[in-house]
């Protein structure tokens, strides 16, 4: 016997029960659920990663369980440490190589505003390059700061409606950092 109970028709709709969600609720706690992490570790942040995937923090709780090398099956990129200007064109193109839909975090000082490092060979902030969806603050931060980038970036993909890719505005968003949209 099933305890699952549907909820009652409203008036005037047919049959028994009907599902409580939507297509994109449903997907959305999926996806939310299911992230693979991309690692682009530079600089003593990839050391704080390390530790959030290990066993005291270990972020396989929260449905980031296995770790992608490889850009193209990944869905959520990690950028952590100092970015040099020379490695700005490698980072879009990882990114690039993501498939959609895709997520950001900036992860420490270094990654989300070039950290101590003001100078003309240090890129002064990811977000000059790809679009960022999560910044987590710290030099460097702590795991448990991370694990809450992560879960911030959970709220966010389970309240993403599927049409938001395919919107004017994120296409315009991608047309601002020269990424080309060959989807529509």
Known sequence: MSNVKLAEAPPGVEGSGFFATTLDKAIGLARANSLWPLPFATSC??????ATMGSTYDLARFGAERPSFSPRQADMLLVMGTIAKKMAPVLKQVYVQMAEPRWVIAVGACASSGGIFDTYSVLQGIDEIIPVDVYVPGCPPRPEAILDGVLRLQ????NESLNRRNTPEYKALLEKYGIATDNG
């Open 45 to 50: 942040c990839g050391i704080e990663f390390m």
């Open 155 to 158: 709220e966010i993909v389970k």
